[in-house]
């Protein structure tokens, strides 16, 4: 009972603070950044939008956006050239990743054929995780 009063409470002060804990910005942020420059040229995307893409990513929806998440994951390996999430690759590099909130995200994303929409499915189903661990965690 204590357990899950506590949890309750966890949980609604992280829905109120829609925030992605510091870590987990820095984690990806250093993810990305050998890969930054390439992509960005590569994607066209605004690198205004990369660096906001944590905050405000999944409101991104544009096509440089989808471009930009598809050419970063293949070059971190967790996208293969034909389109497959890589399960392990993904745990092992993100390691703020919960197991469930990935596999619902993959779930979501799989369907897309364009892998730039499922890229950017993916992201985005992973950031609304991020900010509300309720949503897999129960
Ligand atoms: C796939 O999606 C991207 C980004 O939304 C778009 O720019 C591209 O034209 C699409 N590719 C195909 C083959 O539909």
């Not at 603070?17 to 993810?31: A, F, G, N, P, R």
């Not at 990513?57 to 994951?73: A, I, N, S, T, W």
Request: hydrophobic share 35%; charged share 30%.
């Amino acid at each position: 009972m204590k357990v899950l009063l506590i949890f309750a409470v966890l949980c609604i002060m992280s829905i109120e603070s829609t925030e992605i804990h510091k870590y987990i910005v820095d984690k990806w942020s250093s993810l990305m950044q050998p890969h930054k420059e390439f992509c960005i040229k590569e994607s066209n995307v605004d690198p205004e939008h990369v660096h906001q893409m944590l905050r405000k990513g999944y409101k991104l929806d544009v096509p440089q956006f989808h471009e930009y998440m598809r050419c970063m994951y293949v070059k971190l390996g967790m996208l293969s050239e034909e389109g497959e999430f890589q399960e392990l690759e993904i745990l092992k590099k993100a390691d703020y990743l919960n197991y469930n909130l990935l596999k619902k995200c993959i779930k979501q994303a799989t369907h897309e054929k364009n892998h730039s929409k499922k890229s950017y499915k993916l992201c985005e189903c992973v950031i609304k995780g991020l900010e509300d661990p309720c949503s897999y965690t129960v």
